[in-house]
């Protein structure tokens, strides 16, 4: 999970907490509240219907008392119950035709009769169901008249709790959709950042090192982004310095290494030399040329420390530069016993990395199978477009490699410990200039031989 997902779900899941560890207790509160609303409403009802049945039971004016009870039940959608003091039912407005009935034995009639309004939810033995009951005496100037009963189903009494709870919950919802949008914000803040610093570190480590990150977020981000810049900065120093040492001190070696090959050269025409001078001096020449070979490498890994020297403005097509390395090459195997196949294809992808490079590269490559695989009777070099990428593959049947030299393959300045002779740079510097481009080289070897592959980013 990434950092910005981290952060995000901490940041939501405390909220959905707090919301939760708040919201419970509102919804009860408001689920009672409503119920006391409901109460207080229906109660508010009777005594408003009390006051005007009143005087219709003391004059015995049921048919009075009937209208005003109906109307009352109409308006408050409740059903309404009116007994005389004894308690003796006058009307029943669920049913109007109902004859005279006891009702002093319920209990909300027998407080209401003693003058005290009364409010429960019990079960109704002739509904078979809950009801909200709400009673209240009918009376003027301290004398009992009678009682008056308001009551409603339970069920509606819930619809009515329900309307009120889901406004709430509607509310607590609109709150964790707000809570998320914080915790992403939040998230984005510091995620942002972070992937930036990533990004521009993954920049540094494949050469680019005047990549910097914005120093934008939060103080610690703003302090690592610092701190990675102040390293960017160190390390472009002391490579900018590294490459022009190295630059400077091949450059200087070459013309004294050109003079001392011409001066061998005019020595190795000089007659009456003895056998074993000649075999010295033969000696001397192939050092340096190794010597020679050095520099040249010295000079390309001064190029290649960086991807600016590595690139060029305007891309190129790759297929010239290898097909005159495949020309040389399959003359300089030719003469070692070795058959070198060359497959090029014809739609290579143009890339940016500098011709020159990427004929040294595939030259190093192609040493490699003369030097560490003297035994191999042919060899492939291939170049095919591979997923907007050159792919570069040199195949041989040498036998492959040693553990020793296929463990080292591409450190800087490692031999293995034959006399094969060497710089020790090839397989390295292969690797820095494919790296420094954004590219890749692995290497496989077998019992058959040992496969190296070069793959190049295109340029599109």
Same mark, same amino acid.
């Given at each position: 999970? %990434?950092?910005?997902?981290?952060?995000?779900?901490?940041? /939501?899941?405390?909220?959905?907490?707090?919301?939760?560890?708040?919201?419970?207790? #509102?919804?009860?509160?408001?689920?009672?509240?409503?119920?006391?609303?409901?109460?207080?409403?229906?109660?508010?009802?009777?005594?408003?219907?009390?006051?005007?049945?009143?005087?219709?039971?003391?004059?015995?004016?049921?048919?009075?008392?009937?209208?005003?009870?109906?109307?009352?039940?109409?308006?408050?959608?409740?059903?309404?119950?009116?007994?005389?003091?004894?308690?003796?039912?006058?009307?029943?407005?669920?049913?109007?035709?109902?004859?005279?009935?006891? /009702?002093?034995?319920?209990?909300?009639?027998?407080?209401?009769?003693?003058?005290?309004?009364?409010?429960?939810?019990?079960? %109704?033995?002739?509904?078979?169901?809950?009801?909200?009951?709400?009673?209240?005496?009918?009376?003027?100037?301290?004398?009992?008249?009678?009682?008056?009963?308001?009551?409603?189903? +339970?069920?509606?009494?819930?619809?009515?709790?329900?309307?009120?709870?889901?406004?709430?919950?509607?509310?607590?919802? +609109?709150?964790?959709?707000?809570?998320? &949008?914080? %915790?992403?914000?939040?998230?984005?803040?510091?995620?942002?950042?972070?992937?930036?610093?990533?990004?521009?570190?993954?920049?540094?480590?494949?050469?680019?090192?005047?990549?910097?990150?914005?120093?934008?977020?939060?103080?610690?981000?703003?302090?690592?982004?610092?701190?990675?810049?102040?390293?960017?900065?160190?390390?472009?120093?002391?490579?900018?310095?590294?490459?022009?040492?190295?630059?400077?001190?091949?450059?200087?070696?070459?013309?004294?290494?050109?003079?001392?090959?011409?001066? #061998?050269?005019?020595?190795?025409?000089?007659?009456?030399?003895?056998?074993?001078?000649?075999?010295?001096?033969?000696?001397?020449?192939?050092?340096?040329?190794?010597?020679?070979?050095?520099?040249?490498?010295?000079?390309?890994?001064?190029?290649?420390?960086?991807?600016?020297?590595?690139?060029?403005?305007?891309?190129?097509?790759?297929?010239?530069?290898?097909?005159?390395?495949?020309?040389? &090459?399959?003359?300089?195997?030719?003469?070692?016993?070795? $058959?070198?196949?060359?497959?090029?294809?014809? $739609?290579?992808?143009?890339?940016?990395?500098?011709?020159?490079?990427?004929?040294?590269?595939?030259?190093?490559?192609?040493?490699?199978?003369?030097?560490?695989?003297?035994?191999?009777?042919?060899?492939?070099?291939?170049?095919?477009?591979?997923?907007?990428?050159?792919?570069?593959?040199?195949?041989?049947?040498?036998?492959?490699? %040693?553990?020793?030299?296929?463990?080292?393959?591409?450190?800087?300045?490692?031999?293995?410990?034959?006399?094969?002779?060497?710089?020790?740079?090839?397989?390295?510097?292969?690797?820095?200039?494919?790296?420094?481009?954004?590219?890749?080289?692995?290497?496989?070897?077998?019992?058959?031989?040992?496969?190296?592959?070069?793959?190049?980013?295109?340029?599109?």
């Amino acid at each position: 999970m %990434s950092l910005r997902a981290r952060i995000f779900t901490g940041t /939501f899941v405390l909220i959905l907490l707090t919301i939760a560890a708040l919201g419970v207790p #509102l919804l009860v509160i408001v689920r009672d509240h409503a119920l006391d609303e409901i109460q207080n409403s229906l109660k508010g009802d009777a005594y408003r219907t009390a006051s005007l049945v009143v005087t219709a039971i003391e004059q015995g004016n049921d048919r009075q008392v009937a209208e005003i009870a109906d109307y009352a039940a109409r308006q408050s959608n409740s059903r309404v119950t009116v007994t005389d003091r004894d308690g003796a039912l006058i009307f029943d407005s669920d049913n109007p035709d109902r004859a005279s009935e006891d /009702f002093a034995n319920r209990p909300e009639i027998e407080a209401a009769l003693s003058g005290i309004d009364a409010s429960e939810i019990r079960m %109704s033995e002739t509904l078979g169901t809950e009801i909200l009951v709400v009673a209240v005496p009918v009376a003027r100037a301290g004398r009992i008249a009678g009682a008056l009963r308001l009551s409603r189903g +339970i069920a509606e009494v819930r619809a009515d709790q329900f309307k009120t709870t889901a406004s709430v919950v509607a509310l607590l919802a +609109i709150l964790v959709g707000a809570g998320a &949008w914080i %915790s992403s914000g939040i998230g984005r803040s510091v995620g942002r950042p972070v992937a930036e610093i990533g990004r521009v570190a993954e920049r540094i480590g494949h050469g680019e090192y005047s990549a910097r990150a914005r120093e934008v977020g939060p103080p610690e981000i703003r302090e690592l982004a610092h701190s990675l810049n102040n390293s960017a900065a160190r390390v472009e120093t002391a490579v900018s310095t590294e490459r022009t040492f190295i630059g400077n001190a091949a450059h200087q070696l070459k013309t004294p290494l050109a003079a001392i090959g011409i001066r #061998l050269a005019s020595i190795s025409d000089e007659p009456h030399l003895s056998d074993v001078a000649l075999a010295d001096l033969k000696e001397a020449k192939t050092e340096v040329q190794d010597l020679g070979r050095l520099v040249d490498q010295l000079l390309l890994l001064s190029r290649t420390t960086d991807a600016t020297g590595a690139h060029i403005d305007e891309p190129s097509d790759p297929g010239p530069a290898l097909r005159a390395i495949a020309s040389q &090459w399959r003359e300089a195997m030719a003469t070692q016993g070795i $058959d070198l196949e060359v497959e090029i294809a014809r $739609d290579l992808p143009k890339i940016s990395l500098a011709p020159d490079l990427l004929a040294q590269a595939c030259d190093n490559l192609l040493d490699n199978v003369t030097r560490h695989c003297p035994n191999s009777k042919s060899a492939l070099l291939e170049a095919v477009s591979e997923q907007e990428r050159l792919k570069i593959r040199v195949l041989d049947t040498g036998g492959g490699l %040693s553990p020793e030299i296929e463990r080292t393959a591409f450190a800087r300045f490692t031999r293995g410990t034959s006399a094969i002779p060497g710089t020790g740079l090839g397989l390295a510097l292969v690797r820095q200039v494919a790296e420094s481009v954004g590219g890749s080289v692995e290497l496989s070897t077998s019992p058959a031989g040992t496969e190296v592959t070069l793959r190049i980013p295109s340029a599109s």
